[in-house]
């Protein structure tokens, strides 16, 4: 089964199951879910390049 690189995104980062997508969360979840992912890789790329 192909899913959406959405889906895909927020089911790899463990922030929900494929399951819970279908069944438990709307749409405006999965996007909230992307956007904390975005940030957390923002935040975590400038904790990089602070410690050098």
Do not use: F, K, W
Not at 13 to 27: F, I, K, N, P, W
Request: charged share 15%; with cysteine.
């Amino acid at each position: 089964m192909n899913v959406s690189p959405a889906i895909g995104r927020v089911v790899s980062c463990r922030m929900a199951t494929l399951h819970e997508l279908q069944t438990v969360y709307g749409s405006q979840d999965l996007y909230d879910m992307l956007e904390v992912i975005a940030v957390d890789v923002h935040n975590e790329t400038l904790l990089s390049s602070a410690r050098g």
